[in-house]
């Protein structure tokens, strides 16, 4: 398919490492921060192609894998009133909350239904005026606008049935948290490209400037992804830190200006909690008071559920790359994607379950230790 | 959830006074709202997300992309096979 096929160029992969290898002198580490963009490196093995040094750290970017535990009881306890129609991603059905998940709750007898576009709950609250729906609102800078459109538009139709479980994250929070991080050893970035799409990557500039990182908004495809490496690469050898964008044919500097006055009418800053991460200040979003009445947490009095990870899950050092899936012991035996302990075995934006369906092991010595 | 792909706009209607889009992905076909892309039409590739297109594919941008990455092959293929 045009704009997919061609950015999978093996050819071109090629000469794009050979030029990496030529160009790298010294060993950089480099995180890319979106599950997508993970999803794909490890998928195709971009990681172990790179020349010896370049290390890839596996960044925060995965929103069902830090959407926190909280939110997830809370989703379940209000699907499990009778009446309540609870909507939602496919791939937050699975993710284990303190008890249970949504997945097993719809096969005991609670509506819970996949939907591919938040508009499609606007929808079923349409068609189902005798029951309450409720969207599981969460994800990166890139499904706020679409969330924001639902909100909009439930309000326009005057829907007094709809409202929204909020749990929205942004990335330059999560980055800043992670450059500050006292065991910080990322040296520079791959940018998020389609929240730089909707955002575009003036937030960057400062990051760049003050943390004296390279940033490079980068697609997804495994060539953007290759030639988003090189280019951080080619910054840090020459000891420039600069915001560059590879991923031009989707991104603008000032991103989508229609989506952001959505997302800035329906949505304030708050600290959200990143589950596995803990809170983060001006890291999330939230309702704002002209849409307050759509809020689920206040409906159905959920706000103050609290709860507790799994022992075994080492979720939190997976997002900030402090491990690797492979340093788990739970990991591929205890752990896996039909018996997740913690959401990063979950969705396909996960490090653990882009490893496990990659097929990766832990070397047959480390096993004999354990 | 997070993953957005492009998508080529084959017709443009009005659906409860939102501008939506018919886009084929490689055969599959879907609805989407362009609510955040008015310029789009048909003929266009869009990045959708989650139902929602975010962002128009720039043909021109792409075209040059692949042209830098053809050249570095180009420059190699010399080195290696001179």
Same mark, same amino acid.
């Given at each position: 398919m045009r704009y997919l096929d061609e950015y999978r160029d093996p050819v071109l992969a090629r000469a794009l490492l050979a030029e990496l290898a030529q160009v790298t002198t010294r060993p950089w580490t480099l995180m890319e921060v979106c599950g997508g963009q993970t999803h794909t490196i490890v998928r195709q093995g971009i990681d172990e192609l790179l020349p010896g040094g370049i290390r890839m750290i596996h960044g925060p970017g995965c929103p069902v894998c830090v959407t926190p535990l909280e939110i997830l009881d809370?989703?379940?306890?209000?699907?499990?009133?009778?009446?309540?129609?609870?909507?939602?991603?496919?791939?937050m059905l699975r993710v284990p909350g303190s008890h249970t998940d949504l997945l097993s709750l719809r096969a005991r007898g609670a509506d819970v239904r996949v939907v591919y576009s938040p508009m499609d709950a606007v929808d079923i609250a349409r068609r189902s005026?005798? =029951?309450?729906?409720?969207?599981?609102?969460?994800?990166?800078?890139?499904?706020?606008?679409?969330?924001?459109?639902?909100?909009?538009?439930?309000? *326009?139709?005057?829907?007094?049935?709809?409202?929204?479980?909020?749990?929205?994250v942004l990335v330059p929070p999560a980055m800043t948290a992670v450059l500050t991080a006292a065991d910080c050893r990322v040296q520079g970035f791959l940018a998020a490209g389609h929240v730089c799409a909707v955002m575009g990557w003036t937030e960057y500039?400062?990051?760049?400037?003050?943390?004296?990182?390279?940033?490079?908004?980068?697609?997804?495809?495994?060539?953007?992804?290759? *030639?988003? !490496?090189?280019?951080?690469?080619?910054?840090?050898?020459?000891? =420039?830190?600069?915001?560059?964008?590879?991923?031009?044919?989707?991104? =603008?500097?000032?991103?989508?200006?229609e989506a952001q006055r959505a997302i800035r009418r329906v949505f304030r800053v708050t600290d959200r909690t990143w589950? &596995? !991460? &803990?809170?983060?200040?001006?890291?999330?979003?939230a309702l704002t008071g002209e849409f307050a009445a759509l809020d689920a947490q206040r409906r159905f009095g959920v706000g103050r559920l609290t709860a507790r990870e799994h022992p075994d899950c080492v979720a939190g050092d997976i997002l900030t790359g402090t491990k690797t899936p492979l340093d788990c012991a739970a990991y591929g035996t205890r752990c896996t994607p039909r018996t997740p302990l913690g959401a990063p075995m979950v969705s396909a934006e996960g490090t653990c379950a882009a490893y496990h369906s990659a097929g990766r092991r832990r070397p047959a010595t480390s096993r004999a230790a354990r | 959830?997070?993953?957005? /792909?492009?998508?080529? /706009?084959?017709?443009?209607?009005?659906?409860?006074?939102?501008r939506t889009a018919t886009v084929d992905f490689g055969g599959?076909?879907?609805?989407?709202?362009?609510?955040?892309?008015?310029?789009?039409?048909?003929?266009?590739?869009? /990045?959708?997300?989650?139902?929602?297109? /975010?962002?128009?594919?720039?043909?021109?941008?792409?075209?040059r992309t692949l042209a830098v990455l053809r050249a570095m092959d180009g420059v190699l293929e010399q080195e290696l096979n001179p």
């Amino acid at each position: 398919m045009r704009y997919l096929d061609e950015y999978r160029d093996p050819v071109l992969a090629r000469a794009l490492l050979a030029e990496l290898a030529q160009v790298t002198t010294r060993p950089w580490t480099l995180m890319e921060v979106c599950g997508g963009q993970t999803h794909t490196i490890v998928r195709q093995g971009i990681d172990e192609l790179l020349p010896g040094g370049i290390r890839m750290i596996h960044g925060p970017g995965c929103p069902v894998c830090v959407t926190p535990l909280e939110i997830l009881d809370q989703a379940m306890a209000i699907a499990q009133r009778p009446g309540t129609i609870l909507a939602s991603f496919g791939d937050m059905l699975r993710v284990p909350g303190s008890h249970t998940d949504l997945l097993s709750l719809r096969a005991r007898g609670a509506d819970v239904r996949v939907v591919y576009s938040p508009m499609d709950a606007v929808d079923i609250a349409r068609r189902s005026p005798q =029951r309450q729906v409720v969207f599981l609102a969460v994800g990166f800078e890139t499904t706020a606008p679409a969330n924001a459109m639902a909100v909009l538009h439930a309000a *326009e139709l005057g829907l007094t049935n709809f409202s929204v479980l909020v749990s929205h994250v942004l990335v330059p929070p999560a980055m800043t948290a992670v450059l500050t991080a006292a065991d910080c050893r990322v040296q520079g970035f791959l940018a998020a490209g389609h929240v730089c799409a909707v955002m575009g990557w003036t937030e960057y500039e400062p990051l760049a400037a003050t943390f004296r990182v390279p940033i490079v908004v980068t697609g997804f495809e495994p060539l953007d992804l290759l *030639e988003g !490496i090189l280019m951080a690469v080619r910054q840090l050898e020459q000891g =420039r830190h600069e915001v560059e964008n590879q991923y031009a044919r989707a991104v =603008r500097r000032h991103g989508n200006d229609e989506a952001q006055r959505a997302i800035r009418r329906v949505f304030r800053v708050t600290d959200r909690t990143w589950r &596995g !991460i &803990g809170t983060i200040p001006a890291s999330g979003l939230a309702l704002t008071g002209e849409f307050a009445a759509l809020d689920a947490q206040r409906r159905f009095g959920v706000g103050r559920l609290t709860a507790r990870e799994h022992p075994d899950c080492v979720a939190g050092d997976i997002l900030t790359g402090t491990k690797t899936p492979l340093d788990c012991a739970a990991y591929g035996t205890r752990c896996t994607p039909r018996t997740p302990l913690g959401a990063p075995m979950v969705s396909a934006e996960g490090t653990c379950a882009a490893y496990h369906s990659a097929g990766r092991r832990r070397p047959a010595t480390s096993r004999a230790a354990r | 959830m997070c993953l957005g /792909i492009p998508g080529l /706009i084959t017709e443009v209607e009005p659906v409860d006074g939102l501008r939506t889009a018919t886009v084929d992905f490689g055969g599959v076909r879907k609805r989407v709202c362009l609510a955040y892309t008015p310029a789009a039409g048909p003929g266009d590739y869009v /990045i959708v997300h989650v139902g929602f297109a /975010i962002s128009v594919v720039d043909a021109a941008e792409a075209e040059r992309t692949l042209a830098v990455l053809r050249a570095m092959d180009g420059v190699l293929e010399q080195e290696l096979n001179p």
